[in-house]
């Protein structure tokens, strides 16, 4: 919007914003809430510090760089996990998905595996690779996998068959036939995996880290258990919710732009 | 049959060059305006489905730029035939020709269903049916032209998904045109849509037809429209083409005449009739 637009529109700038604000109410309220239970001594400290003591607690860590830290190791563990589980779950969706002997040669054996869930491999992973960081990025991948493989999967083989048909008709080659018409097709039930595979990128790291990690978010959280720091604790886990939430975040944002010929993404 | 041929070949050929030459590029319209139109020969056509004999021999000639409808009962293989006729199935005995070299891009189809690509604005979408000459520089005008002559010009920057049904298969019949097609076949383009949204859309396609000359199949279950578009109605039962009826009343056509009544009704007792027979 232009600079003229916001001098005469004041009011369609201000709606949306008052709009936006809306959604922070309840979490807010239950801030304020937490704190007069705590300071009234209805929650006792032990239990659940105030969030002004995790707040502080927050600040002393930040002020030592070891927030910082373990915030970029585990950001860095959970996206590197997740392009090369993401990637290969991509990869195998879309061979599976358009050519059938791939699928017959591939696709019992991944859903079998499936079954299996990843957070059980942890004590064999341990044993394979120690606590360093490919332990942990491997279980991120093999849990962001199976989201992405199934759904882009899925999406390829959904797509209308009439359009595929219209294209062939109208003389597209194999590339052109996949770029115009299956992935854009396919591609609203992949963003449906991405979103999956990004909880489940979360989720693994946590208890990856909580069990065999040297560094990061998780173990920052199990270092304050031992030590009675629940202030800690508690602020590692407001983190990982943030994160959670800056995650989903983006990937709607990347959903919205690249699906703007949704109907479905034009009004909130 | 030989200048056709040889004008399609030089079609090819100038629309390589026409970035640089509009003079040429007029010339090809001309021309293709003059040749538009292919006849169709069928001999002896065949085409089972497993143990389902759908089509036991037909036999048709179609002189080029004839507007033929087809008309059936429900399941007597009209689709069939005009997807054998587009190229999507394979002939089990017998023959199509068009005498002449065709190129994919002189046969188009349109289906009861828009088919419109959702996530491609209306402008793309009627590129599509460029074909090959898709990324040629004038691609968008020849789309915006296409769209303009079905009247929607005014539409190139939507999406599919606002379009009303009427309209989607507007786009879709710009799509179809916009490569010149010289044999259009149509399976129930308007059976999905209101009745004056149909007569108008049938209006436009006599139009379209009558200014471009392209050869129409157009296969429906509404007689009264078979009646007021084609020159020539085609009844179709037990696999073989029961009937041929010319229509020969003069354009433009007064809906609801008593001559397009009684033929209707003639049209329609003897699909009845085949219906009694069974
Ligand atoms: N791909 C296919 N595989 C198997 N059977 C088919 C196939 N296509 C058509 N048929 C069969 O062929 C017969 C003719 O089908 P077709 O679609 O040509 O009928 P139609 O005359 O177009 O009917 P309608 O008016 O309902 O559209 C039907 O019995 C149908 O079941
Ligand atoms: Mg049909």
Known sequence: ?268 | MQTVLRTALSETELASRASFAPQARLEREERRVQTSGLPLNIRGLRKSFGDNEVLRGIDLHIPAGQFVAIVGKSGCGKSTLLRLIAGLEKIDAGSISFGDDVLPQDIRVMFQEPRLLPWARVLSNVEVGLGRDCASSDAHARAGKALAEVGLADKRDQWPSVLSGGQKQRVALARALVSRPRVLAFDEPLGALDALTRISMQRLLERVWRDQGFTAILVTHDVSEAVALADRVLVIDEGRIAHDVMVNTIRPRERGSAELARLEGSILSRLLSADDHT
Request: hydrophobic letters at 55%; glycine letters at 8%.
């Open chain 1, 1 to 268: 919007m232009s600079l003229v637009d916001r001098v005469f529109l004041p009011r369609k700038i201000r709606l949306p914003r008052v709009e936006g604000l809306v959604q922070w109410i309840v979490p807010l309220a239950i801030v304020v809430v937490w704190q007069v239970a705590s300071v009234t001594g209805f929650v006792p400290v032990r239990v659940l510090p105030a969030p002004s003591d995790v707040a502080l607690a927050g600040w002393k860590l930040l002020l030592s760089g070891e927030l910082i830290r373990n915030i970029w190791v585990s950001f860095w563990r959970a996206s590197i996990g997740f392009l090369i589980g993401g990637s290969i779950g991509f990869a195998f969706g879309l061979a599976n998905g358009l050519s059938q002997l791939s699928a017959k040669l591939t696709d019992t054996t991944l859903q079998m595996v499936r079954n299996v869930p990843h957070l059980a491999l942890i004590p064999l992973v341990i044993l394979w690779f120690g606590i360093d960081e490919s332990a942990k990025l491997f279980l991120v991948a093999l849990g962001v996998f199976f989201p992405i493989y199934l759904n882009t999967l899925h999406g390829i083989r959904t797509v209308d068959p009439q359009l595929i048909e219209m294209g062939r008709i109208y003389g597209m080659t194999d590339g052109e036939l996949f770029r115009r018409v299956i992935f854009p097709g396919a591609l609203p039930s992949i963003f449906v995996g991405i979103r999956f595979a990004l909880g489940i990128m979360w989720l693994t790291l946590i208890v990856a880290e909580t069990i065999a990690a040297s560094s990061g978010l998780g173990y920052m959280a199990m270092q304050a258990r031992e030590f009675m720091l629940i202030d800690v604790v508690v602020l590692s886990i407001l983190i990982y919710a943030l994160l959670g939430k800056l995650a989903d975040t983006a990937s709607r944002v990347l959903e919205r732009l690249m699906l703007s010929w949704h109907p479905a993404y034009w009004k909130r």
